[in-house]
């Protein structure tokens, strides 16, 4: 697989990290209202660290998180991309497409519009035959991204994330399924 890919939509280019995204990435990572439904703020070695792990992932799978970055103005806005979870879950082994971006983004369209092109790479390019992605069930708006790539949610299918604590009101998950058409 080409792990150097590049995935443009109109409006957004899909690229592999630059050192340029540490610091947006970090302020991202520390807002609020971005890590609303995940268990904590990041500092900024937290941050970093995603993004090597990021960088790894890519090396071993020829796939990863690419950060989206806004055509118009060349602002890196987050990232959406495909990644192997590592924990073990009745769904596992998987592929989960993911997003996070920056509020500043929010409302226009971003996440669905480089997910959808995520997507077509999956089925496409890297003929995956299906795809999750999971979420709280709080968030709303992950949800209707993943209900406008046409993604189905089972509650039956619903589980408790074991990466966090049993106490978490994080814990328990949706999960949604998309299968190549």
Not at 95 to 115: D, N, Q
Request: glycine content about 8%; some cysteine.
């Amino acid at each position: 697989m080409d792990d150097d890919v590049d995935i443009r939509t109109e409006r957004l280019l899909l690229r592999r990290w630059r050192d340029g995204d540490r610091a947006p990435w970090a302020a991202m990572c520390a807002d609020p209202d971005v890590m609303r439904h995940f268990p904590a703020l990041q500092t900024r070695e937290q941050a970093d660290a995603t993004i090597d792990r990021i960088d790894a992932h890519f090396e071993e799978h020829g796939f990863g998180l690419w950060a989206v970055e806004r055509i118009e103005d060349g602002d890196f806005i987050g990232f959406v991309g495909l990644y192997r979870p590592t924990y073990d879950a009745h769904f596992t082994p998987a592929v989960e497409i993911g997003w996070r971006l920056a509020r500043a983004a929010w409302g226009a369209g971003y996440a669905t519009e480089a997910a959808g092109a995520v997507v077509e790479h999956a089925f496409g390019t890297l003929a995956l035959d299906e795809i999750v992605s999971v979420t709280v069930p709080a968030n709303e708006p992950s949800r209707n991204v993943m209900r406008k790539l046409g993604m189905a949610h089972d509650p039956a299918e619903d589980f408790e994330h074991p990466n966090l604590p049993e106490d978490s009101p994080l814990r328990l998950h949706v999960l949604y399924r998309l299968r190549r058409g």
